[in-house]
């Protein structure tokens, strides 16, 4: 038996059938072909699915699709803007905050629900707000920097919330 | 993950009636609240539901609420929003804490209290399937295992710890519990919600099949009162404590009038130390008297051969935590 279910994924309604069973993550991935969010230890344990879920940070490997009718998802293909890159995007690369990037996605959206929230945190906020991730590569102070930095870059005047993305409340 | 029919409710009194029906049925039937525990389980095959009754259909289960001097939170509130919460921070700091100290920011996004307070126990024999107690065999493989995380006080015969972190804070805040079950609605104490595997080795609290925590209600807090969360764990993020403590103490002209300390990752229930309270009640608070109410609390505690570490780290943090509450000068 599969369910019905209509969710607003980076600004774009979507339909879906799911089985009862299938979590966000599945849906995302198979459903929606949106590979960016990854599928890591699938219990919680390493952040690498997250995604925002009506603006906050969620485990997408740990909700179910059925439960979220009529919901807010941004993944990372939702981001960037047309203007190009988000400024935590250019951060990452600019301080050298992927390697293998398979935390990267994940990271990111950590990030942002961080910085819509607290958009000028300290070291330790940042810290704090990206607890949820693991990283096997970086050693996490390059990513813990970039983010600082877009911080400040996301302070500029100007600078535009990307395509079809709404303030978390 | 085995399927099942995804059942939403739109009130407790319909949610109430699916369990029973189910159970009439002989089917078995899950509650999920934000499911970061339950979807672990059943990807693991732990529960095999045929129904998972999703408790967030149902509205007016969440938030703070002031009632009089009181305060209801509903069951479906979120550990984030119970972490950032104004009055629960100024008033009920424990529990704030506490809330604030669980699993990472991702998990307190969905994760519930309801859910925090009834989520299964998290040790990795239970975790990974074997055939322990916990899941419906014959034996605790901690015991002569790997027990580095496992009791000191109150096993046997599993000897896992209560892994939820409001659990003990809620205990020492002294809040009530709210039921909803066939028959209505009942009050339950906090201390008395939780139970030992003696008294039932599969299940870790009182509540029955057909049975829904709706309700967590905090007492009005006297003016005296302070109140904090300590945790240790191995890292800063997503673990469940080593040892923590949930304390209350309420004080008038400088000296303690009440205490209330509860210990969390030490018992297979949130564990209640009140020989170590007494020694605190009538007394003013100094280094001396704290090191008293650390070694009271551990009196007793029955180490198995890998957790004995837990001892001193439990006094260490007693200590600590009741120097922390020093009314304000
Ligand atoms: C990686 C990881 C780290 C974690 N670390 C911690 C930690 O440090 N501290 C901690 O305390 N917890 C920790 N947890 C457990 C975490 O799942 C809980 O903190 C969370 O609060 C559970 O809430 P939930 O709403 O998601 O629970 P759910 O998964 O929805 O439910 C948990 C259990 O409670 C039952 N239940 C849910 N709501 C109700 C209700 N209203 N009435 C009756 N039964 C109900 C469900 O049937 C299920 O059996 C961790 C979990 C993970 C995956
Ligand atoms: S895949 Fe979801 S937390 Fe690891
Ligand atoms: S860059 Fe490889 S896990 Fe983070």
Redo the contacts between chains.
Sequence with gaps: MSISLCVIVNGNEHHLDVAPHHTLLDALREELGLTGTKRGCEVGDCGACTVLLNGKAVNSCLVLAAETEGAEVVTIEGVAGREGLHPLQEAFIREGAVQCGFCTPGMILSALALLRENPRPSDAEVRQALSGNLCRCTGYAKIVQAVLDASDASLVPGFGRPEGLRPSR | ??????VNPKSLDEAVAVLDRARAQGKKAAL?G???DL??M??DHLVQPDL?V?L?SISGLEGVHREGERVRIGALTTL?EIARHPLLVERYAALAQAAGLA?????R??GTLGGNVNQRPWCHYFRQGFPCFKNGGKMCYAVAGENQFHALFGGGPAFIVHPSDTAPALVALEAEFKVMGPSGAKIIPAEKYFILPREDVLRENVLGENEILAEVILPAAPSGLRSTYLKIRDR???DHAIVSIGAALEWEGGRCRKARLVLGGVAPIPWRVPNAERLLEGKSLGEALARQVAEAALAGAQPLAKNGYKVPLAKATVRRAVLSLLPAA
């Design positions: 993950m085995k399927s099942f029919v995804n999920a934000g499911g970061s979807l672990g059943l990807k998972v999703n967030k984030d699993a990472s920011p991702q998990i996004n969905v800063q993020a997503w």
